[in-house]
């Protein structure tokens, strides 16, 4: 960092050039592609703090462009619209959740269990993306597309549950009380009906799904 501020002041002749200064200058040297990257990634970072503090519903487009700092077009200029956008958001955060299941995955057969378990109740704990998704799902009623996007995504994520299982049943010797296929379903079905729940009732605890699982998977 030092070494590039050096440069920096060299560039700038030397006028002040602090951390800022530099970020300035190597904005500037962004390509095309870089630079509606990173725009792209400050609109869904935008959107996604905004969708979660305010709902979807009451979030506008406009809105999103302010917070990240660009202009309306701008913001239509990565995305074809409020759906396209909430479709980036979903992306983002299912391949967090993607790359978690890939460590619980990687994690030793003693272990593996435990890391599962707090992925699942991360999983179903945090209600403002249970409240999210059940408004984008909502407002999919009558847009065919974004209810075809939406069930590609959910298959994606029962894929990557029923390859996690599928090895618990390899590594342990013991069959799972349904196929992997279908016991994902299940387990990700229970865990989005908790999170709504959860939404009006606060007393609604995802322990009694945890209980259920250890029970069914083989240890």
Known sequence: M??????????????????SRYIDLVSKRLSRTESQELTRAKLIES????YLENGYVATSTDQVAEAA????????????SKEDLALAVLDAHTEEQFQ????????????RFTRFETWLTKSM???????FKSEV??????NPELRQQLAARDQLARQALSVLLGRVEAESGNPLPAAPETLARAILALAKG??????????????????????????
Do not use: H, M
Request: aromatic share 8%; with cysteine; hydrophobic share 45%.
């Open 137 to 142: 799902a909502l407002s999919a009623r009558a």
């Open 100 to 111: 978690e299941i890939a460590a619980v995955a990687a994690d030793l057969p003693p272990e």
């Open 47 to 50: 959107a996604t703090r905004l």
């Open 125 to 131: 704990g945090d209600r403002r993306w249970a409240l």
């Open 69 to 80: 700092g660009f202009s309306r077009g701008a913001l239509y200029s990565n995305f074809r």
């Open 2 to 19: 030092q070494e590039a501020l050096q440069w920096c002041a060299v560039l700038s002749r030397g006028g002040r050039c602090g951390r």
């Open 194 to 219: 908790i999170a709504i729940e959860g939404l009006v009732d606060d007393e609604v605890s995802p322990d009694w799904i945890i209980d259920l699982v250890k029970k069914g998977l083989p240890q």
